[in-house]
């Protein structure tokens, strides 16, 4: 599985944006659907995550309520919508897959990942 990310870029605080995750290749042997970030100076986190048949998904604390994972199966895409953003945000942002047979959110259990997208929360 091959996936490539993209839609980040620099915002202003209380902005929006919207990441995509192109994926190919083995598409259909993936389960889980996940974005992680990685903050300026810190180690990679978990964001949030997507079961593969729907039904099922999970954000970190701080991205509930603000962050939606969605997928449109025809375009092979996943996005991460980013809403109500603030600077402690700012992160690389990278979408992975797992093909672990149950639903999960540790990055460890990820075995595609896509390059990051910089995203840039201003205040």
């Known amino acids: 599985v091959q996936l490539q990310a993209s839609g980040g870029g620099l915002v202003q605080t209380g902005d929006s944006l919207r990441l995509s995750c192109a994926a190919s290749?083995?598409?259909?042997?993936?389960?889980?659907w996940g974005w992680f970030r990685q903050p300026p100076g810190k180690e990679r986190e978990f964001v949030g995550a997507?079961?593969?048949?729907?039904?099922?998904?999970e954000y970190t604390e701080s991205a509930k309520g603000r962050f939606a994972i969605s997928r449109d199966n025809a375009k092979n895409t996943v996005y991460l919508q980013l809403n109500s953003l603030k600077s402690e945000d700012t992160a690389v942002y990278y979408c992975?897959?797992?093909?672990?047979?149950?639903?999960?959110?540790?990055?460890?259990?990820?075995?595609?990942w896509g390059r990051g997208t910089q995203v840039t929360v201003s205040s």
């Open positions: 992975a897959a797992s093909t672990v047979g149950v639903f999960t959110t540790i990055p460890e259990r990820f075995r595609y």
């Open positions: 290749g083995r598409t259909l042997s993936v389960r889980t």
């Open positions: 997507l079961w593969w048949a729907g039904g099922r998904d």
